[in-house]
């Protein structure tokens, strides 16, 4: 028997005896997972055969900082699959041994619907108690929270249909001047996230995402786990014909008509479903290349762990490059939900751009939440107002709201149409009318899909500001817990998009000559810097160097924090950056950019210069002369080319299957450099000696290793080490 096979029959022994009663858990793992606030009443309550609905939240926590320095320097078009890959890889870790006991327990008619979900680093069931209290026993399992499928959709009233108002909201928001501009929304994918899409609508047919022989049907049933997302309820359809119905069977009720649409069904034919649909919808849409995803749907009273799966789950989204909306929620003329707790979840999520009207201190998410406004430009009775408040959800504890005493997270982000909207129906060429933030949502969704279409270089910051600021300002002046930033305007979103939007900044950047060609053994090229921000309002960001390599990389050069006054000019002249011999030889593109590194950008300007050869002598390194003493510029050196013991990230990264390391020695000593995979065994022995202070260079080839995560550590004899991450992809 395999080593494998040993600790995969000792696991199934150790559950079978724990749900026989024959040890208690706490006699194998002195600490077993929390019970979650929701799950505590329903587990002392609950039939030993009861199935119950639950999440397993699995150690570690995902941690989107972090993924953001794996994705430092790497090409956007390579993020996405190197933030699933890694996601991936840590979430079957951590999650193998729980999921093989709850398969075999399936078995036995005790666990059902069982689903990994990797953005959360979770696993969704449905679980007797007996095999919940013994699940919450096994290693790497952090909390266990109960989380019911529930009626998702939040009722509104509907109206009788009214012809004369049936593209109201198309015109409203000047979506119909931005297809005269020849923008449309063609080559944007939109993620649905509903009961569906009857994806044999006329007005949706021609522009549905193409899965191929494996998702004939343009999507998956992430509830039901199966590749039909058609939609029998209703609600979904009608969402995906705001984002994107063509006008094939008469009427125009798309903002974005030939964006195309992925169909992602979350819930059940009668619209129940719970958050983790929600997140499997997410992991799904992620991982099939959706450049924006809707959501709908609202669940309201959920506890912390599930708040910070919501805000896990969409800040990888925004890493990764992609966008969302979500609709508020319809409780504003309600008396059982007020704020902080009006705004339904996952809404209460932040959004990617920090408006400057939110003076509160907290983080970026990844999500906008819309409002809803009638055809007067009036807010709907029923949209759902802010603040909300993360100050109790691990690890941000920001947003305070303190029972009113501070301002929290002001909501909703924008507001669009909501209110007696005319779309697509459950016949193949028909039409409907409703009402709801639900509507708001993909109409704001729509809008994001123009912008993207015009320019999608943009950040999901940048296009959550040039969504913000190009609102139209309704209720008290400025952002407010009503409106939001004010009610959405395509044409002049789309317009800012064209020309950059948001505050306005310059980089000029002159090579002092031109053109540029180093040799092989490198050399050092000499440049004028003019940095001008051209802005109302002070604002903190970065200005930053990187180089753009033949093979199509990015590696990081220096990097600045700057404190940007209106009017500020910063100018530096006969800048000087080194380019090693061992750099290879081709088409280097230098540039110099302003914005919140390393996603965000609001200025750039680059030259390029061409390398010769590669030689192992001569220039040692991508140092650099630095910008100097800029304190007169309200500036700040964050990193340049150290003068002390330093690895430096390896390059290319993501590699396959070589790639280069480069060590700083300051003085001379025995250096070791050692390669480990993701689970911490040694693979390669790149030095282990000693070595003179300057520069050195290593190559790790991992031919014949499996793609994935590994770790480079260097150290030196006086204890002091470094390490890197690297990722191999095939």
């Known amino acids: 028997m395999t080593s ?22 706490t006699t194998i793992f002195a600490l077993p997972a929390i019970y979650g606030e929701a799950l505590q009443p329903v587990l002392a309550t609950a039939s030993d055969t009861e199935l119950l609905e639950i ?36 979430a079957e870790l951590a999650q193998d041994d729980v999921l093989d006991a709850l398969y075999e327990q399936e078995q036995h008619g005790v666990a059902t ?59 409203q928001v000047q979506a119909d001047d931005v297809w005269n501009m020849g923008v449309t929304g063609e080559g944007i994918i939109v993620a649905v996230l509903d009961t569906g ?26 509830h039901d786990n199966d590749n039909d997302p058609m939609d029998t309820y209703g609600h979904g359809t009608h969402v995906a014909g705001i984002v994107a119905g063509d006008g094939t069977s008469g009427w125009q009720t798309g903002i974005a008509p030939d964006a195309t649409i992925m169909c992602v069904k979350i819930s059940s034919d009668g619209a129940s479903a719970d958050l983790t649909d929600v997140w499997a919808g997410l992991d799904w849409a992620l991982s099939h290349g959706a450049d924006h995803c809707t959501l709908s749907f609202g669940w309201y009273d959920q506890p912390a762990s599930i708040r910070q799966g919501n805000r896990d789950a969409y800040e990888a989204l925004r890493l990764v490059g992609m966008t969302a909306t979500k609709s508020c929620g319809n409780s504003g003329n309600s008396s059982w939900h007020n704020p902080p707790d009006e705004v339904s979840c996952p809404g209460k999520v932040p959004s990617p751009w920090r408006n400057p009207d939110q003076i509160e201190a907290g983080g970026v998410g990844g999500q906008t939440a819309v409002g809803s406004t009638n055809s007067s430009d009036n807010i709907s009775s029923y949209s759902s107002h802010g603040p909300v408040t993360w100050e109790d ?111 306005e900044y310059t980089v000029e950047l002159t090579p002092l000559h031109d053109p540029y060609y180093i040799f092989q053994a490198g050399g050092q090229i000499e440049y004028d810097v003019v940095i001008t921000a051209n802005i109302s309002t002070p604002q903190m960001g970065n200005a930053w160097i990187e180089a753009l390599l033949p093979n199509g990389n990015t590696y990081p050069l220096d990097i600045y924090n ?65 910008w100097g003493d800029l304190s007169d510029a309200n500036t700040e050196i964050v990193s340049t080319q150290p003068d002390q013991f330093l690895l430096a990230p390896a390059y290319p ?9 480069n060590i700083s020695l300051p003085m001379a000593g025995e250096l070791s450099l ?52 690297m990722m191999l992809l095939r």
């Open 197 to 222: 899409v009857r994806y044999t609508h006329n007005d949706l047919a021609d522009h549905l995402w193409d899965g191929g022989a494996e998702f004939p049907n343009h999507g998956y049933d992430v």
């Open 113 to 171: 619907r069982i689903r990994p979900l990797i953005l959360t680093n979770a696993i969704s069931a449905e679980l007797t108690p007996a095999v919940i209290r013994a699940i919450a026993a096994m290693p790497n399992v952090r909390e266990i929270e109960y989380s019911p499928d529930v009626y998702a959709v939040e009722p509104v009233d509907n109206p009788p249909n009214e012809i004369d108002q049936l593209t109201w909201h198309v015109e």
């Open 562 to 626: 700057v404190n940007f006054q209106p009017g500020m000019v910063i100018t530096r002249n006969g800048m000087t950056q080194n380019v090693p011999g061992f750099a290879q030889a081709g088409e280097y593109e230098f540039i110099v950019k302003v914005g919140i590194h390393p996603g965000e950008v609001w200025a750039q300007d680059s030259f390029m210069f061409t390398k010769l050869g590669v030689a192992t002598d001569g220039v040692t390194s991508w140092s650099s002369g630095g």
């Open 4 to 25: 494998t096979a040993t600790a995969r029959t000792l696991r199934s022994t150790l559950l079978l005896l724990i749900l026989a009663g024959l040890i208690l858990p």
């Open 393 to 503: 959800v691990n690890p941000w504890f920001d947003y305070i709201y303190n029972n009113g005493q501070n301002q929290g997270l002001m909501k909703p982000d924008v507001s669009a149409p909501g209110e007696n909207i005319y779309s697509l129906s459950l016949s193949d060429n028909g039409y409907t009318t409703m009402s709801g933030t639900s509507m708001a949502s993909p109409c704001a969704a729509g809008v994001i899909a123009l912008i993207r279409s015009a320019n999608n270089a943009l950040s999901p910051a940048q296009v959550d500001e040039i969504l913000q600021t190009t609102a139209v300002d309704l209720g008290t002046p400025g952002r407010d817990n009503t409106y939001g930033a004010g009610r959405v305007n395509a044409y002049d979103a789309v317009l800012a998009a064209q020309g950059g939007g948001g505050d």
């Open 55 to 90: 999440v397993i939240f699995m150690d570690p926590a995902p941690d989107t900082r972090e993924m953001a320095q794996y994705l430092e320097g790497v090409r956007a078009e390579d993020r996405r699959e190197l933030l699933w890959q890694v996601m991936s890889e840590r």
């Open 653 to 661: 990264n993501p590699f396959n299957p070589t790639t280069s390391l």
């Open 674 to 725: 050692r390669v480990y995979n993701s689970l911490g065994q040694e693979v390669a022995v790149l030095a282990n000696g000693q070595f003179n202070s300057g520069q050195h260079s290593f190559t790790f080839d991992a031919t014949g290793m499996a793609s994935g995560l590994y770790f480079v550590r260097a150290q030196m004899n006086d204890g002091s080490q470094q390490i890197q991450k």
